[in-house]
């Protein structure tokens, strides 16, 4: 006979107690919720025991407060239970107690010192703000500040900022080069010959601008001995102030950042030679014109006391401009009298070209140069070979040289690192060189040069405010007293 199966007989065959029975998974389900918790405190005792606070901190520090990761009480204030969750700003001023951004700037000192320098981010760099930080106050300045001639609305570089001052028409009029050293720049930067009987070179950029790092060997047309040579003229002579307005310049961090101004011995003596007479390779010092004098004045009474004959001269024939026949004349001079026609007829050449050819000369008159000219009509020596009243040189005030003014730093008031763009071409930025034709002419680039790089997004580079701009005036920063000590010296070590 057949068994009849059934859904009750085969549930009679299930045992009901199977879920007491212990099996692998039950026990590591088991000792992971007993070990889990155990470790986890050991965890936490371990690090409260070597007073590691790390465990309890929501990320690394930044690379410059790395030293104090385990010093929480450094930069929180403690309280029962624990630290603040901020930083206290007077932990950061005990370091750091510079002033504010600007006076204008009211609501600043209300802003804490971690809403815009944010820690516990892991090793980045501190003083890059978040562009938000800073458009708290500048997206609305005129609500923050008052009135101010600042720019009132920006909120990053390609939303709201200006042109660079330097480059922004005033009043109606374009912005010129205070400058006042003649330089065409279309005119060097073609094929040129390199001084009146030099080859013909082609002029780079490097040649004339390098950063100050480069050194005075890297020159392609430098002249060691106007390079070693002292002058009298003055650095306020030679540079126009910077910070004219404003927040004061900047300092350089380091010698590569700006360009080193260019100077006479570096980038000019190779092709532009101060000679004054045929009788001498060398040529005048780059000086002052009253430097300058008294070297001719020197050198050529050095010369005549050396060569005597010199003072009885015959007239060249070369130099008669009549045309009609004219027999030999001579003339006879004092060592005095022909120290004082070469010396004329020297400045006459440097002033009147040579010198006026870069700088802007007074129009103070000259010396005296008839007394060193022959009397081309009668073919006869002139006054000073007769002994007449005019044979004596009348002395002239020299005339004065304009100051350079060159300007160092045409932002003064933001951060610009020409070394971290070495990997481009000058032209790249600084597009107008070749046609610029006025020494007048701005040759610095726009903004919109620095936004082709600079936005935002994979490609670019950074953009952040804090990239240009520094918002504390370090220079006007206080002395803090030092609290710290060394963590290799906390425990008494050598």
Not at 47 to 76: I, K, M, P, T
Not at 256 to 261: D, E, F, I, S
């Amino acid at each position: 006979m057949a068994r009849t199966r059934t859904t009750k007989t085969v549930a009679q065959r299930i045992d009901l107690n199977y879920f007491k029975r212990p099996t692998p998974y039950k026990r590591a389900r088991l000792w992971l919720a007993i070990l889990a918790p155990l470790l986890a405190a050991g965890w936490l005792a371990f690090y409260f025991v070597r007073h590691d606070a790390r465990v309890y901190s929501s990320g690394r520090l930044s690379a410059a407060h790395a030293v104090l990761e385990q010093q929480c009480a450094a930069c929180h204030v403690q309280q029962v239970g624990g630290f603040a969750a901020a930083a206290a700003d007077s932990a950061c001023l005990a370091c750091h107690d510079g002033p504010v951004h600007h006076p204008l700037a009211a609501t600043v000192s209300n802003v804490g010192c971690a809403e815009c320098h944010a820690e516990h981010r892991g090793r980045v760099r501190l003083t890059q703000v978040r562009n938000q930080s800073c458009a708290v106050c500048h997206g609305d300045l005129a609500a923050s500040a008052g009135a101010t001639s600042f720019a009132r609305h920006i909120s990053s570089l390609r939303d709201g900022h200006p042109e660079f001052a330097a480059l922004r028409p005033a009043a109606g009029t374009p912005p010129r080069d205070p400058g006042t050293i003649k330089l065409n720049h279309a005119l060097h930067m073609r094929s040129i010959r390199s001084g009146p009987n030099g080859p013909t070179v082609q002029l780079e950029c490097g040649d004339c601008h390098k950063t100050a790092g480069a050194g005075d060997t890297q020159w392609r047309f430098r002249d060691v001995k106007y390079a070693s040579a002292t002058v009298s003229y003055t650095a306020a002579e030679t540079f126009a102030p910077s910070g004219a307005h404003g927040l004061p310049g900047r300092e350089p961090w380091s010698d590569r950042q700006l360009m080193a101004p260019p100077r006479f011995a570096n980038a000019c003596a190779g092709c532009h030679q101060l000679t004054f007479d045929r009788r001498f390779d060398e040529g005048v010092p780059h000086d002052r014109p009253e430097v300058v004098h008294g070297f001719l004045r020197k050198k050529f009474a050095d010369y005549i006391a050396a060569h005597p004959a010199e003072l009885h001269e015959v007239q060249e024939p070369q130099r008669n401009l009549t045309g009609k026949p004219m027999g030999p004349a001579t003339r006879s001079l004092t060592p005095a009298q022909w120290v004082a026609e070469r010396v004329a007829v020297s400045e006459e050449l440097l002033w009147h070209k040579t010198c006026s050819q870069c700088h802007a000369i007074s129009a103070t008159a000259l010396q005296d140069v008839k007394i060193a000219r022959w009397d081309a009509a009668g073919g006869t020596p002139g006054a000073a070979a007769r002994g007449g009243a005019d044979a004596q040189r009348t002395e002239t005030p020299l005339p004065s040289v304009a100051a350079a003014n060159i300007t160092l730093q045409w932002l003064p008031h933001a951060r610009f690192d020409h070394d971290a763009h070495a990997g481009f071409t000058c032209l790249s930025c600084h597009r107008n060189t070749l046609r610029s034709s006025e020494s007048g002419d701005v040759l610095i680039p726009g903004i919109a040069i620095c936004q082709t790089c600079h936005a935002p997004g994979a490609g670019y580079a950074n953009a952040n405010c804090s990239e240009c701009h520094v918002y504390h005036d370090w220079s006007k920063r206080k002395e803090v007293t030092p609290g710290f000590t060394l963590p290799a010296l906390q425990g008494g070590g050598e």
